[in-house]
């Protein structure tokens, strides 16, 4: 098993930045990638970022493309989000996720194939 804990969230305004973190304890050995989903209400969770546990590749989702940085730190277990130039449509919950089974290049965005979630953290763009 692997649990996951989200911390940083918060309000900020407009153009602003912000970053969240997660830290994944347990058997950290086992997981393949890791991810950021965020669900804003009324609508769907979105894929937002993700990166494999071992190597650097990362991944991200359309509309956070040149804003958002996903990065491990390994020593700590923890993966980073840094998002910038944040606008109001980035307000959501964010969630963490890990998967510990391999995961196609073109499927990171899928929800289901992470088995693992955090509890979420608020994430608030004022306008």
């Known amino acids: 098993q692997v649990q996951l804990v989200e911390s940083g969230g918060g309000v900020v305004q407009a153009g602003g930045s912000l970053r969240i973190s997660c830290v994944a304890s347990?058997?950290?050995?086992?997981?393949?990638?890791a991810g950021w989903f965020r669900q804003a209400p009324g609508k769907e969770r979105e894929f937002v970022a993700a990166?494999?546990?071992?190597?650097?590749?990362?991944y991200y989702g359309g509309s956070v493309v040149g804003r958002f940085t996903i990065s491990r730190t390994s020593a700590s277990n923890t993966v980073v989000l840094q998002m910038n130039s944040l606008e109001p449509e980035d307000t959501a919950v964010y969630y963490c996720?890990?998967?510990?089974?391999?995961?196609?290049?073109?499927?990171?965005?899928?929800?289901?194939?992470?088995?693992?979630w955090g509890q979420g953290t608020q994430v608030t763009v004022s306008s």
């Open positions: 990166i494999r546990w071992r190597g650097t590749s990362t």
């Open positions: 996720a890990a998967n510990p089974s391999t995961i196609a290049s073109a499927d990171y965005y899928r929800a289901e194939n992470y088995d693992y």
């Open positions: 347990g058997l950290t050995n086992s997981i393949y990638a």
